[in-house]
């Protein structure tokens, strides 16, 4: 290593910051973040420095560094535009034994700044010496996109019931204690803002015989969105690469799919048209049985929980069966494929509602609210709507909706396979006919379809490969 990297306290300590710039401005808020008392001595200030001097978080000293100023620094910044001064900087601080960096100059600095990942009280930081900081950067993004943004409130957390642990847990399990905490249902609870809810469990598991700890069992509902993988949110990748057993349905993607902790065991759960590989009832009782054996469960759907995809009823059974769980919202398919369709929902010319509807029932009937979908400026979305897509069609005319009203299909929508049909609700049941379409599919009703060929923008002219 050519640095050593620690982490040094500055709060309430006196920082000197030499330079006015917008580079020295953004060291003032690092420093003001961790506590730090600034100042800052500078001809003139620029527009950051300047705003935070006039509400008095910075001190100023009009003026050019003299070797003085660094009495009683715990720390100095040069951050001029002059090489000359920033080098006397160095010198002078250098010799005197107080740490000092000379922004992008490591070779003029007794420590260097590295890309941080702030959770506080969780901290990282990336450095490559100074080498690439854009390379440093970089890795810094990857790491914020799966680092939840409340590892902060859990380390918090941990840190209230540190002391009882050590006193309740013999040392033989408290590692094992604090990895049930840290990566399992307590986590997630706090992930997800119910920190009542996780206090309450660690205390369940303070209250426990210290030999039966061992991690609980709970189930995610989690949403795979409409097929792209890059359209899952980072607590549901997160989960996916935590999780002990998957059971999946028919509409999760096979890229999705992939994406999955590699030793987890799947579980398929798919339901097709009248051919239910699982019932529901048997897929309430599975999700269960697993969380019992102590298993994280991720029930992995396609879509969003709770948008056609029975996720209250699951949810029912858990809460009835005392199953800790938690739900995952996903990119459901109305969303995410009208997008990639080039067909805007609403728009302030021609919608101002959009209505989410099922085209069957449980019975595989159709019975709807037809008098509620016939209404001037509205956008109908209708899921699993291709079995009956002449049906349907022909009762929004029969109903009152204009046979010119614009409508459009969209198959394996946000896929690479996407493929998009337009028409009427008079001649789209024909196209699609003529198509050889296959589920799953979305319907989109309603004046917005028009603006298709002009805002379409995921697939190639001949409906290839995504951009």
Known sequence: MDFLPIFMTVRGRRCLLVGGGEVAGRKA????????????????????????VRKGRVAYRPGVFEEGLLAGATLVFAATDSDETNRRVYQAASSRGIPVNVVDAPELSTFIMPSIVDRSPVVIAVSTGGAA???????????????????????????????RVKARIPARLRRRFWESVFDGPIAEQVYAGQEHAARAALERML?????????????????????????????????MQQADVVVYD???SPEVLRLVRREAELIYAGKERAKHTLPQEDINRLLVRLAREGKRVVRLKGGDPFIFGRGGEEIETLMQEGIT???????????GCAAYAGIPLTHREFAHTVVFATAHRKD???????DALIQPRQ?????????????LCMELIGRGLARETPAALVQQGTTRHQRVLTGTLETLPDIVERSNVK??????????VRLREKLRWFESGDGGAAI
């Open 250 to 252: 028919r509409l999760v």
């Open 133 to 163: 900081p854009v390379l440093a950067r970089l890795l810094r993004a990857r790491l914020e996109t799966v680092i939840p943004a409340a590892y902060g409130r859990l380390a918090a957390l941990a840190a209230q019931y540190r002391a």
């Open 364 to 370: 595989g009937g159709m019975d709807l609210n037809w």
């Open 29 to 52: 808020r690092l420093l003001l973040e961790a506590g730090a008392c600034v100042e800052v001595v500078a001809p003139e200030l620029g527009a950051t420095l300047g705003r935070l």
């Open 207 to 239: 209250e426990a015989a210290p030999d039966s700890i061992a991690a609980a069992g709970a189930v995610y509902l989690v949403g795979a969105g409409p097929g792209d993988p890059d359209l899952l949110t980072f607590r549901a990748l997160r989960l």
């Open 325 to 335: 769980f938690a739900v995952v919202p996903g990119i459901t398919a109305a969303v």
């Open 379 to 391: 956008t109908l979305v209708f899921y699993m709507g291709l079995l009956g897509l002449r049906a």
């Open 439 to 448: 589920a799953p599919t979305l319907v989109i009703v309603g004046e917005v």
